[in-house]
């Protein structure tokens, strides 16, 4: 199947907005590491602000935290 221009366009647009995409996930993942760094968050909430934004998978390796909140009363 022969490439056209309006297929090479949408391509090209779909690179932009992946690119974009992977910044975000970049600039997100840096202020969570910040903020831990910090201790306004810790590590049960920096895994879990990386679960709500989906990228959880970047990560090779990611540390068991328990929840206080479920295990206060055990």
Known sequence: MADT??????L???LR???L???LYETEINSIGTA???GIVDCYGAVEWMK?????????Y???VSD???TAGS
């Open 21 to 23: 995409r992977a910044r």
């Open 68 to 70: 206080e909140s479920t």
């Open 62 to 64: 990611v540390p068991e």
């Open 12 to 14: 090209l647009s779909a």
């Open 17 to 19: 907005v992946a690119s």
């Open 36 to 38: 831990l760094k910090a």
């Open 5 to 10: 221009d309006e297929r090479r366009e949408y």
């Open 52 to 60: 709500e934004i989906g990228a959880l998978g970047l990560m090779k």
